[in-house]
């Protein structure tokens, strides 16, 4: 049905960037709400940042001036750009993404999720 691919994660030092793209695939007929969360070992999965279809934007208190969401509507990819990295950001980074799709003749929503990519932030 729908697959959601992540890369870019990695090994950064504290201060430093990474950019994190998310592709979905599939019978695509439209992605509403794209999102990021992470999970850092011992503690729940939380939403990192969100963008609507619309690019209306939210972000976590504590990524805030820090990580930058954004998307291609055309390419179904959404990005999380990550600056001044610090050591608590490291985690289990996960994308997220509401879908429309077809099945057969029908249009069918659903939350899907991606594998995870790991960023670790260490000097």
């Known amino acids: 049905q729908v697959q959601l691919v992540e890369s870019g994660g990695g090994l950064v030092q504290p201060g430093g960037s990474l950019r994190l793209s998310c592709t979905a695939s599939g019978n695509i007929a439209r992605i509403n709400t794209m999102g990021w969360y992470r999970q850092a070992p011992g503690k729940e999965r939380e939403l990192v940042a969100a963008i609507s279809s619309d690019h209306s934007t939210n972000y976590a208190d504590s990524v805030k001036g820090r990580f930058t969401i954004s998307r291609d509507n055309a390419k179904n990819t959404v990005y999380l750009q990550m600056n001044s990295l610090e050591p608590e950001d490291t985690a289990v980074y996960y994308c997220?993404?509401?879908?429309?799709?077809?099945?057969?003749?029908?249009?069918?929503?659903?939350?899907?999720w991606g594998q995870g990519t790991q960023v670790t932030v260490s000097s």
């Open positions: 997220n993404a509401d879908v429309q799709y077809y099945l057969s003749i029908y249009r069918r929503q659903g939350v899907y």
